[in-house]
C-alpha cells in the first residue's frame, strides 16, 4: 500500500495570508489526525477526523481548521498565519477499529511565515 | 490532558552498548503507548508500540517496558548501531488516535563509532 502522502511538502507565506494543506492517507484508513512540529514545542496535536466528523481537538486557537472528505483525505487550514506559524504540519491516519490504532506519518508540510 | 515527560534530552552511547529512555505519564487513562524515531528531515516512522494489557514487548533489538502502576515506559535498545542515530520520540493516549497522541519532546540518541 502507498504510504500517507502530504501536499504541498514545502511553503513559504507572508504574515496575514492563509494556507490549506492536503493530506491523502493511507487506503482503507479513515482516521487521520494533524500534529505540528517545532524545535521549541515539540510534536503537538492539532485535531483528529473520523468518517468527515472532528472527534477530537488539541490547544490551538480557531485559525487552525479542517475538515475530512469522503475518500479520508483531509485538509487543514490556517487564517491568518503567524510568524510562529512556522512549523512542519504533519498527518498521520490510522484504521480505528478495534485495537488498530496505530498512526503512520506523512513527510510532512514545513511552512515558513514570514 | 495528558502530559509526557522524557529523559534525557540527549544521549550519547558507544556502538555496541545499549541505550535506555524513559518516559512518564499523568493520565491513568493512557492505555496506549507507541515510539517513534525520526530521522533529520524525515518523517516519525513508529517502532514499537505497546498497550496497557501487556507489561513488555520486544522486537529483535528493541523492546518496551510499561509500568502502568508508577506510570512510566522505556524503550530499550540492545547492540547499538551507527543506523540507530535519530530522535526517538515516546507518546500515550487514552484511545490511541481518536484523542490525539500526547509526545514527549523527543531524545536526541547519538551513537558513537
Known amino acids: 500500500k502507498a504510504g500517507v502522502t502530504q501536499t504541498p511538502r514545502y511553503l513559504i507565506k507572508t504574515r496575514g495570508q492563509q494556507v490549506t494543506l492536503s493530506c491523502s492517507p493511507i487506503?482503507?484508513?479513515?482516521?487521520v489526525s494533524w500534529y505540528q512540529q517545532t524545535p521549541g514545542q515539540g510534536l503537538q496535536f492539532l485535531f483528529e477526523?473520523?468518517?468527515?466528523?472532528?472527534?477530537n481537538k488539541g490547544n490551538f486557537p480557531g485559525r487552525f481548521s479542517g475538515r475530512q472528505f469522503s475518500n479520508s483525505r483531509s485538509e487543514m487550514n490556517v487564517s491568518t498565519l503567524e510568524l510562529g506559524d512556522s512549523a512542519l504540519y504533519l498527518c498521520?491516519?490510522?484504521?480505528?477499529?478495534?485495537?488498530?490504532?496505530?498512526?503512520?506519518f506523512g513527510p510532512g508540510t514545513r511552512l515558513l511565515v514570514l | 490532558g495528558e502530559n509526557v515527560e522524557q529523559h534525557p534530552s540527549t544521549l550519547s552511547v558507544q556502538e555496541g552498548d545499549s541505550a535506555v529512555i524513559k518516559c512518564t505519564y499523568s493520565?491513568?487513562?493512557?492505555?496506549?503507548f507507541p515510539w517513534y524515531k525520526q530521522e533529520l528531515g524525515k518523517r516519525p516512522q513508529l517502532i514499537i508500540d505497546?498497550?496497557?494489557?501487556?507489561g513488555e514487548k520486544k522486537d529483535q533489538r528493541i523492546a518496551v517496558t510499561l509500568n502502568k502502576t508508577a506510570k512510566h515506559f522505556s524503550l530499550h535498545i540492545t547492540e547499538t548501531q551507527p543506523e540507530d542515530s535519530a530522535v526517538y520520540f515516546c507518546?500515550?493516549?487514552?484511545?490511541?488516535?481518536?484523542?490525539?497522541?500526547?509526545f514527549g519532546k523527543g531524545t536526541h540518541l547519538i551513537i558513537q563509532p
Open positions: 507518546a500515550a493516549s487514552p484511545r490511541g488516535g481518536a484523542d490525539g497522541l500526547t
Open positions: 477526523y473520523f468518517s468527515e466528523t472532528q472527534r
Open positions: 505497546i498497550r496497557s494489557n501487556v
Open positions: 493520565d491513568s487513562a493512557s492505555n496506549y
Open positions: 498521520a491516519s490510522s484504521w480505528q477499529q478495534g485495537d488498530q490504532e496505530t498512526q503512520y
Open positions: 487506503s482503507g484508513h479513515r482516521s
